[in-house]
């Protein structure tokens, strides 16, 4: 294998250079600042590890409003070029204006690199300010399908001609009553991308030996979209895993031992459940709209999005883009203020995708113990009794030395 260069991915596995050369995109808003923060964690884990024998080779490409001062254009073709040809990459916090202008950067990127799967994992660390009374029983990773649903952008404008012609031909043909005034999306949802999504989801919980796959949907009201989800989900667990999952319509109660539970539940009692009974859950496989939704509300259990990594994976092609699941807040934009775990996770996240998971459990742990410290970023200093507020640059070199301390 070269020492240095380029990721290859043969026979369905990701060959790993010992220093290979990883994109980045730094980001929008505050950005720059939590990147800055995460890449002197994500290189001192591995310094950590391995002593100089393995390092990241850092290449930035450029998206967002850096690309678009320096170019002209928001998402340039080099930058999906080099996601490409170096297949893993992790960016920061991108611009995404609402109701007009260019559609999100980070669904572009999905989209054009068929990055079908977000994983977001969910889980807490104790210390960490939380608004229910029991976090520490969230433990879930959530799949949620990436290229679909209504972020597929498939709209026509209100008051438009063609949305008028659309809304005409929906009522001669369905008899569909549009009224006139409206815009109209439209809400694609495909066997193979929810299979590809749920097999995903399964050989995850099977490598990991979790618990049970649930699928979260709204099928009891959108049955040829969000029920047909459930049904092809069910559909590929049968297919495809028969002698290693059972589902919770062969068991009265617990599954058999070494057996994975498939499970499914409507989205909005989900929601519920996921307050009242979080234990029940681990790992979740969704839609795309639900999983934007799932995945924000059970980062506010554990601390908030600011607490939770995220990746955007093409297992078929070994592609993946790790990412802050948070905004750019603008106003904080070069105040070295906010706090940059999401990032610092998800480039833990991309290390173990690496298959490099030492130095990925040094991360956590350098930050498991930055937090019993009480030393954090203002967003948790101000909900913690006895903390000390740290800037994000000195919260990184907290966690680094943490993590050097074993």
């Known amino acids: 294998m070269n020492q240095q260069g380029k990721i290859s991915f043969q026979k369905s596995t990701l060959l790993v250079p010992e220093n290979p050369v990883i994109p980045f995109i730094e980001g929008d808003g505050i950005g720059p600042d939590i990147w800055s923060a995460a890449v002197k964690v994500i290189d001192r884990a591995v310094e950590i590890c391995w002593r100089g024998k393995r390092h990241i080779i850092w290449?930035?490409?450029?998206?967002?409003e850096k690309a678009y001062k320096r170019t002209g254009r928001w998402l340039p073709r080099e930058t999906i070029d080099a996601f490409q040809e170096y297949r893993v990459g992790i960016k920061g916090p991108l611009t995404t204006p609402v109701g007009e202008g260019f559609r999100s950067l980070n669904v572009a990127l999905r989209q054009k690199l068929d990055l079908y799967a977000c994983v977001r994992p969910i889980r807490y660390f104790p210390g960490v300010p939380s608004p229910v009374k029991e976090p520490q029983k969230v433990d879930m990773v959530v799949f949620r399908e990436n290229t679909e649903d209504v972020y597929a952008g498939l709209e026509l404008e209100a008051g438009r001609k063609e949305t008028r012609d659309l809304a005409?031909?929906?009522?001669?043909?369905?008899?569909?009553?549009?009224?006139r005034d409206s815009g109209i999306g439209i809400k694609p949802i495909s066997k193979s991308a929810s299979q590809r999504l749920v097999k995903a989801a399964i050989d995850f919980?099977?490598?990991?030996?979790?618990?049970?796959v649930t699928f979260v949907h709204k099928g009891n009201i959108q049955k040829f979209t969000e029920?047909?989800?459930?049904?092809w989900g069910y559909e590929i667990a049968r297919l495809d895993y028969r002698d290693k999952i059972v589902t919770w319509e062969e068991i009265q109660e617990s599954p058999p031992e070494g057996k994975l539970l498939i499970k499914d539940a409507i989205a909005d009692i989900f929601f519920q459940q996921a307050l009242l009974r979080p234990e029940d859950f681990d790992v979740i496989a969704t839609t795309n709209l639900n999983g934007d939704y799932i995945s924000d509300a059970l980062a506010a259990q554990v601390g908030g999005v600011g607490m939770a990594p995220g990746a955007n994976i093409n297992y078929h092609k070994g592609y993946a883009i790790?990412?802050?699941?948070?905004?750019?807040?603008?106003?904080?934009?070069g105040l070295n203020k906010v706090n940059p775990t999401s990032l610092i996770l998800s480039g833990a996240m991309m290390l173990e995708f690496l298959g490099w998971p030492e130095a990925a459990k040094k991360i956590e742990s350098g930050l498991e113990k930055t937090f019993a410290s009480r030393k954090v970023t203002y967003d948790l200093a101000r909900l913690m009794d006895g903390a000390t507020e740290v800037s994000c640059s000195h919260f990184s070199e907290l966690v680094c030395e943490n993590m050097a301390k074993g």
């Open 227 to 231: 029920g047909a989800f459930r049904s």
């Open 59 to 64: 290449k930035e490409v450029l998206a967002g």
């Open 322 to 333: 790790f990412e802050a699941t948070h905004g750019t807040a603008p106003k904080y934009a």
């Open 168 to 179: 005409n031909y929906l009522r001669k043909a369905h008899g569909w009553d549009i009224s």
């Open 205 to 212: 919980a099977l490598s990991k030996n979790r618990r049970s």
